[in-house]
């Protein structure tokens, strides 16, 4: 199976701006997300989509794979979805840009699904258990709710579902790590061109409800938590810190 993996970054991040040029131990934070997923032997490409030339410049400095894409994409998934439609794959797996201490064998869960003969999945979406109370609460986590076979039934920024009467429940956050086959895709970026985000979607600022609102099946595959995605300036003084006590490597 031919496996493409794509990064999308963009530069204008309303609560980061230059995110992912933000430095860590002498490095752009793309650049730590990049030497992982080149570790993920299935793929046989390794992407960065963004529409910045800054980006751009220091992809190529760093002798990176990117392509320029649209500034009037709508999503992260829209962009991947421009590489799709020029760069043959069986299957694009998305690896959000920040995500610099993601691990390769979490990222290859993603994609297990579609390995089977029997495979009917056509997006994929990782997701791990909440340890820390404080996120269920914290809007930028977004919580993901699913059936017993971990179809997805909805994804929020809220605390939910509201365990009634029991404190036994295990909440689940989403993970910035997809898979999508060139179908899915098409559709997704159809639906931005011609309508827009979905009504869900638009509301929670969740990409994955575009697909689900409108009756594609979303299969989330339960994970470790092997990274610290980078919202603020906060987040990457802490990834910072783990990289220095831990001498990580890439």
Known sequence: MNIVCVIPARYKSSRFPGKPLADICGKPMIWWVYEQCKKVKEFSQVIVATDDERIVSACRELEMCVEMTSDT?????????????????????????????VQPDEIKKVFQPFLSK??????????????????????????????????????????????????????????????????????FAKHGKTIGKAKN?????????????????VQFIEAEE?????????????????????????
């Open 73 to 101: 994409h709508l999503t992260g998934t829209d962009r991947v979805a421009e590489i799709a439609s020029k760069v043959p794959a069986d299957l694009y797996v998305n690896v959000q840009g920040d995500e610099p201490l």
């Open 118 to 187: 029997n495979c009917n999945v056509q997006i994929s979406n990782l997701m791990t258990r909440i340890i820390d109370p404080v996120e269920v609460c914290n809007p930028t986590v977004v919580k993901a709710i699913t059936r017993a076979d971990n179809i997805g039934l909805y994804l929020t920024r809220a605390a939910a579902p509201h365990p009634k009467g029991t404190s036994s429940y295990s909440f689940y956050k989403q993970l910035g790590i997809y898979a999508f086959t060139k179908e899915a895709l098409a559709f």
């Open 201 to 217: 979607e638009r509301i929670e600022d969740v990409e994955m409800l575009r697909f689900m609102e409108n009756g594609w099946p």
């Open 226 to 250: 092997s990274s610290v995605a980078v919202d603020t300036l906060s987040d990457l003084e802490k990834v910072v810190s783990i990289i220095k006590q831990q001498n990580y490597e890439v």
